[in-house]
């Protein structure tokens, strides 16, 4: 399966920073896929990144919030701009391979104060 | 949009019992359907999954099964462990460019001994 490194693995930030997650595969893809996942609940996909375009953002989740980069096919990033208490959650960014189905990175725990 | 709804929400059984989670779609040309297993802490696994041309999928103790007409499909696991003890979380994957997963809201198992 794809080999996905995310990294910070967590973080403590302030109210109103930023955090910027990455995520590096081994292998080139062509959609990476970013979830939050909040405490005790399901995986919500926030956007679906694509190499070379803009980033497709699920209802609910908007650019300026969470801007995203795809600078190429083995990796992205995730922001989390203006952060309030209410988005700590666990990130996780994710793939699909054929025949292997999506995997999903180690995902960054991220706690606002 | 795809929306895939799981239960049941918790589900306690005792070691060497079966279990059942089950999950419905509503977008019925959806045409993948993997299960996760997310232990505390950790990121979810993929641990099996079927396509919309196969009724019945089995690998070892677990198995899934999908009626199309019906638009569900289930997870079963046999001889339970205490280590099958997880959040588990079914998923959907409806047509389109976007190829993305849409999560059930996830049933914790418990197995105890």
């Known amino acids: 399966s794809a080999v996905i490194s995310q990294k910070p693995s967590r973080d403590i930030c302030q109210r109103g920073t930023s955090l910027t997650i990455q995520c590096q595969v081994d292998?080139?893809?062509?959609?990476m896929f970013w979830y939050r996942q909040q405490p005790g609940q399901s995986l919500t996909l926030i956007a679906t990144?694509?190499?070379?375009?803009?980033?497709?953002?699920e209802s609910g989740f908007v650019i300026d919030k969470f801007p995203i980069s795809r600078p190429n096919l083995t990796f992205s990033t995730l922001t989390v701009s203006n952060m309030s208490p209410e988005d700590s959650s666990i990130y996780l960014c994710s793939v699909e391979r054929d025949r292997v189905g999506y995997t999903f990175g180690s995902g960054t725990r991220l706690t606002v104060v | 949009g795809e929306n895939v709804e799981q239960h049941p929400s918790t589900l306690s059984v005792q070691e060497g019992d079966s279990a059942v989670i089950k999950c419905t779609y509503s977008d019925s040309a959806s045409n993948y359907f993997p299960w996760y297993k997310q232990e505390l802490g950790k990121r979810p696994q993929l641990i099996i999954d079927?396509?919309?041309?196969?009724g019945e999928k089995k690998d070892q103790r677990i198995a899934v099964t999908l009626n199309k007409t019906a638009k569900h499909f289930s997870l079963h696991i046999t001889e339970t462990q205490p280590e099958d003890s997880a959040v588990y979380f079914c998923?959907?994957?409806?047509?389109?460019?976007?190829?993305?997963?849409?999560f059930g809201t996830g049933t914790r198992l418990q197995v105890t001994l």
């Open positions: 998923a959907a994957r409806g047509t389109g460019t976007a190829s993305k997963l849409t």
């Open positions: 292998s080139q893809v062509t959609m």
């Open positions: 990144a694509n190499q070379g375009s803009e980033a497709t953002y």
């Open positions: 079927i396509r919309s041309n196969v």
